[in-house]
């Protein structure tokens, strides 16, 4: 059973950062696809970036491109997105993903994933 714990979220005035972190567990972290998704109120569930088993292929939505960034490291199964600039339009509950198959057509497509985890909001104000 393939498990992903999200982390990080909090209250923060527009122009803070935060750090989501999201661990998985049963499976084999390096093999898996990582992905972040964010659910605005009353907004359909978006894709946010990804990033490729080694780490090196990132992807991301064009409305955070500069401001987010995705990382993963494969020795803690962990991987992270660290959001800068925050705008209150970047308000949603943030939910991370996995697959272990994934194409640069169809990374931004929930049905793409797997595994979910259950989300950590992040509020920002103004």
């Known amino acids: 059973q393939v498990q992903l714990v999200e982390s990080g979220g909090d209250s923060v005035q527009t122009g803070g950062s935060l750090r989501l972190s999201c661990v998985v567990s049963?499976?084999?972290?390096?093999?898996?696809?990582m992905t972040w998704f964010r659910r605005a109120p009353e907004k359909e569930r978006e894709a946010v970036a990804t990033?490729?088993?080694?780490?090196?292929?990132?992807k991301y939505a064009d409305s955070v491109k500069g401001r987010f960034f995705i990382t993963r490291n494969n020795a803690k199964n962990t991987v992270y997105l660290e959001m800068n600039k925050l705008r209150p339009e970047d308000t949603a509950l943030y939910y991370c993903?996995?697959?272990?198959?994934?194409?640069?057509?169809?990374?931004?497509?929930?049905?793409?994933?797997?595994?979910w985890g259950q989300g950590t909001q992040v509020t920002v104000s103004s």
């Open positions: 049963g499976n084999t972290f390096s093999k898996l696809y």
């Open positions: 990033v490729g088993t080694s780490g090196t292929l990132t």
């Open positions: 993903a996995a697959t272990e198959t994934w194409s640069g057509d169809t990374w931004f497509r929930e049905e793409t994933y797997n595994f």
